[in-house]
């Protein structure tokens, strides 16, 4: 059983973060909230969502699981204006998802949840370095780096209490610091890891600029990109596996 | 089995030069293949799915060299990967050549999946994912996979990988080498093989049928309702040959269409074309038709014909309009019908018939379909021959197949059994509507004939001819069409149509020139058709036909 009303907003802030790394995922429709785990194809880059019951409008769930084909979802969502409620409601004979949109009705088939790739652990991991950080910030890093190269390394200075970007291209370079005055909070431990640009721009696009994100990272470890939806009834963590520094 | 093992042997294959000492290594292949041996049958050729199965990756070059490019890094762009092909010659040299895997996965954090050795089952997986993909953002969705298979991959691995994913394996292993080593890895003859190759057109299935049920198994294999096969096809040929090799022929009509093969099991009709594309909802009076008509089980060979709305045959490029249509189809369907001219039968009421003479399979195709079935025609008299030929050519045909009665049914080969004659020398008759006074010696006679066919009460031009008359005609010629004068202009005058010529040709080109839209190349006078009125002089129709069967 699964019948819940939804700010327009907030379903499309949900569905586009994790769009950015899979066509398709499982839903877990839980009594307290829904939450979305997915990796995508080349197991880089993972989602972990979590969105309350208390982000609806109204909300009521029995512990189910659906697939959604996330485009069409998207697409639907479309459709309504940002003030806009949408109804969510599943059928449970015929699987599919009725969405209601200001009498605009849409009968959604679902997949079958066996058939989308298995839901990836969150890594265990100990990283040396927390940066708290707004989300305008990662965007202009990832934008001025993505001016000049296809990788971005990420780190932390220890001893001078900095977080920093670098990006190498082949004729120009970009370098970026910020110090603990211009970050929301820094718990500095050295750090440095080299990530693809591909990956981070998709995951760029899901942060709000207005978000407080926290970044975790390490030496040669994945990074941990954490904020919140739905004004904070809802989370959203992405994992990015890095590439290995060759020089 | 692992893909790296897999593309060692591939390398092995690639490096060997005889053709023999190939068919050895496909058969250690094979026989070291376990549970990939239908996967292997395929990758070795470079097709990841089963001639009649309609899934395609559908990833061209540009794809492949992004996700190359991306899993290169850093700093490679496809347009590198594209340079390096265009002067290395080829992808797999050249995705070898990138050193891949420096993006690390998750898996090896700790967040499961992952980690694993490639095997040639999770590259094929994979790879069934990305044909899957489909839809808006679908060509970033490729990149993706595609990046995550290259990512993982060694530099030899990278090399066949980059060539099966975009169809060209370069290892010297056609269809003729997987035969012969089914044949020989699991000790099967040959010609059962490849009589099952036939019947399946499914070389991972018969392979794997050879290895676990022997020649017993193969021998057995049969047609399936729902998956096309290869049609038979036709060669060039004169019907004196055909009545001295076989002393009766079967003579049908050819008509001017697009060949079918048609699968009805009693719920579902499917539709393939020659190439066993799908073209079941391209065309679905043909479904509604078999429904209709005939008996299923069966499999039904034909062609589909476009009509008028007066059952006068339409050219050949109006159904090639239906067939490639994927939407809007009644639209179209309302502007050109198609119907269906079955002349074979390889399947009815349970029995295989590719064994059976045509003779044969022919009364089962007239007991099978009660409609829509060509005559054939058994003689042993070259005149009956061509009479039938000038029958179907006066209809509007293309003319006429000539079939040895009692041969079987070989899917796929264009063998000596099915002879497609067409009239020797093709003319046109035009009519004659404007010439350009000569000059000189001959300033006082037409030169240059301006010719046209008809397109209704219309004459549209095609050409002009000047060669191939003699003095003697043009003057002949230039007396009876000097009272047919309509105008005059400097040089030029026109004629009211009254004179019809035979034209030879060497090929009618598409012409921006003439009204037509054709143009005749080198078009040569051949005789006054003092027989035929303008009326009866060729229609745009023909000239369109006989454009398109050249």
């Not at chain 2, 490019?69 to 050549?97: F, I, K, S, T, Y």
């Not at chain 2, 990149?143 to 169809?167: C, M």
């Not at chain 2, 020659?274 to 073209?279: A, I, L, Y």
């Amino acid at each position: 059983m699964f019948k819940a009303i939804v700010s327009a907003e907030t379903l499309k802030t949900t569905l586009d973060s994790v769009s950015v790394l899979v066509d398709e995922c499982k839903v877990h429709l839980d009594e307290d909230g829904i939450e979305i785990r997915a990796v995508d194809p080349a197991n880089v880059g993972m989602v972990d969502l979590r969105l309350s019951a208390e982000a609806f409008e109204s909300y009521e769930a029995d512990g189910g699981v659906i697939g959604v084909n996330l485009s069409r979802l998207e697409d639907i969502a479309g459709m309504a204006d940002s003030g806009q409620l949408v109804e969510l409601e599943l059928d449970e004979e015929t699987r599919k998802l009725h969405i209601q949109i200001d009498g605009l009705e849409y009968t959604l088939a679902l997949i079958d949840p066996d058939s989308i790739r298995q839901e990836p652990d969150i890594p265990d991991l100990d990283l040396s370095a927390e940066v708290v950080i707004e989300g305008k910030d990662i965007n202009r890093a990832v934008k001025a780096s993505d001016m000049v190269s296809d990788h971005i390394a990420l780190g932390v200075d220890a001893s001078d209490e900095l977080f920093y970007v670098d990006a190498e291209g082949d004729t120009d370079d970009v370098h970026l610091e910020l110090t603990t005055e211009q970050l929301i909070d820094l718990q500095a431990g050295d750090a440095r890891s080299l990530f693809s640009l591909d990956y981070l721009k998709d995951m760029n696009k899901a942060i709000p600029a207005d978000a407080e994100v926290t970044l975790e990272l390490g030496e040669e470890f994945p990074l941990k990109i954490k904020f919140p939806i739905a004004e904070g009834q809802g989370s959203v963590l992405f994992v990015l596996a890095p590439r290995i520094q060759s020089d | 089995m692992k893909f790296a093992s897999f593309a060692e042997r591939a390398a092995a294959m690639e490096a060997e030069p005889a053709d023999l000492e190939t068919v050895a290594l496909v058969s250690d292949l094979f026989a070291a293949a376990e549970d990939d041996l239908a996967v292997v049958a395929r990758f070795v050729q470079g097709r990841v799915f089963p001639a009649w199965d309609e899934r395609t990756l559908d990833v061209g070059p540009s794809t492949c060299y992004t996700a190359i490019a991306r899993a290169a890094g850093p700093n490679v762009d496809a347009d590198d990967v594209e340079a390096r092909v265009a002067e290395v010659g080829e992808v797999g040299a050249v995705a070898e050549e990138y050193e891949f895997g420096g993006q690390t996965g998750l898996g090896a954090f700790g967040a499961g999946g992952g980690g694993d050795d490639r095997t040639v089952a999770s590259v094929y997986e994979d790879l069934v994912a990305l044909a899957s993909t489909e839809g808006a953002g679908s060509e970033s969705a490729k990149v993706d996979r595609l990046f995550g298979l290259f990512n993982e991959s060694e530099r030899r691995e990278a090399r066949y990988l980059a060539r099966l994913v975009l169809a060209e394996m370069r290892i010297g292993v056609g269809e003729g080498t997987v035969r012969d080593a089914i044949a020989d890895a699991f000790d099967v003859p040959v010609d059962a093989v490849e009589r099952a190759l036939q019947v399946s057109n499914d070389y991972g299935l018969v392979a794997e049928t050879a290895r676990e049920e022997g020649e017993g198994g193969v021998a057995a294999m049969d047609l399936e309702v729902g998956r096309p096969v290869q049609p038979m096809l036709a060669q060039a040929g004169t019907a004196s040959d055909a009545l001295a090799e076989w002393g009766t022929a079967a003579v049908e009509t050819k008509f001017d269409g697009a060949r079918v093969q048609v699968h009805w099991d009693g719920e579902e009709v499917s539709v393939y074309s020659r190439n066993m594309e799908d073209v079941t909802d391209a065309l679905p009076e043909v479904g509604e038709f078999v429904r209709e008509h005939c008996d299923a089980p069966a499999i039904l060979d034909g062609e589909v014909v476009a009509v008028a709305d007066d059952g006068e045959p339409l050219p050949f490029q109006q159904v090639l309009r239906r067939f490639r249509r994927k939407h809007d189809v009644a639209q179209a369907r309302e502007r050109v019908t198609v119907e269906l001219r079955a002349f074979d039968c390889l399947h009815a009421g349970g029995d295989d018939l590719l064994d059976v003479p045509l003779r044969e399979r022919y009364d089962r195709l007239r007991e099978t379909i009660d409609a829509g079935v060509g005559d054939l025609l058994l003689t042993d008299d070259p005149d009956v021959v061509a009479a039938h030929e000038a029958d179907a050519l006066a209809a509007g045909h293309e003319g006429i197949m000539l079939k040895d009665p009692e041969s079987t049914y070989s899917p796929g080969k264009r063998g000596q059994n099915w002879l497609k004659r067409k009239p020797d020398v093709e003319t046109l008759d035009c009519v004659v509507v404007g010439a350009e006074w000569g000059e000189g010696r001959r300033a006082n006679l037409f030169g240059t004939f301006h010719i046209a066919v008809r397109d209704g009460d219309d004459h549209l031009p095609v050409g002009k001819v000047a060669t191939g008359i003699t003095d003697e005609e043009l003057a002949e010629l230039t007396e009876r069409l000097e009272q047919h004068v309509a105008t005059q202009s400097g040089r030029d005058v026109t004629f009211e149509p009254a004179v019809v010529f035979e034209v030879g040709y060497e090929e009618i080109q598409t012409s921006p020139t003439y009204e037509s839209g054709y143009a005749l190349r080198f078009p040569r006078f051949v005789s006054v058709r003092d027989d035929k009125a303008p009326a009866d002089a060729d229609s745009l129709t023909r000239l369109e036909r006989l454009a398109e069967s050249q």
